[in-house]
């Protein structure tokens, strides 16, 4: 399964900006399979516990909180070249910088919310997708 699968997260702020049904139209629309679905709420430890990787960062408290301040949908999503096409579909972490037409261009809203999260390399799809998901919940 490595080389086909990224994971992704419909963040707290396209959640309750109504973006939910849109964002998942370009994920279809870009050819992209979901394999596993999940609408819930991470707690701060969890939120934590998944972006360990930048707890030295100034930004990491932030992050935290808006990661757990509302609902998400985690997916796991099937394409080939997955990770590097799902990062181009969502744009630049820094809406300003993403391109006219990618997702966080067009419902990001700044740098901390910026709509989706996107798995930046193949280890971490596989490591991230079953963080949320068993491999009883992904159908490939
Ligand atoms: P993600 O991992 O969420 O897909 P990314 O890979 O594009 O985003 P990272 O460098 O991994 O970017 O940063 C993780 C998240 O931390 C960003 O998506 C953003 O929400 C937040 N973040 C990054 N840089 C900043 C910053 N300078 N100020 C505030 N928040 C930031
Ligand atoms: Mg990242």
Do not use: W
């Not at 930004?59 to 990770?83: H, R």
């Amino acid at each position: 399964m490595s080389g086909n699968i990224t994971f992704t997260m419909i963040k707290p702020d396209a959640v309750k900006n109504g973006h939910i049904g849109a964002i998942l139209k370009h994920i279809n629309d870009g050819g992209f399979k979901i394999i596993a679905m999940k609408y819930s709420k991470l707690s701060a430890e969890k939120a934590g516990e998944f972006y360990a990787v930048h707890k030295e960062r100034p930004f990491y408290g932030e992050l935290v909180e808006f990661m757990s301040s509302g609902p998400i949908v985690a997916a796991v999503l099937q394409k080939d070249n997955a990770v590097d096409d799902f990062r181009k579909l969502i744009g630049a972490t820094n809406p300003s910088e993403a391109e006219t037409g990618t997702i966080r261009a067009l419902y990001a809203t700044s740098i901390g919310k910026n709509a989706v999260h996107g798995s930046d390399s193949d280890e971490n799809a596989q490591i991230e997708a079953h963080f949320h998901f068993s491999n009883t919940e992904m159908f490939v």
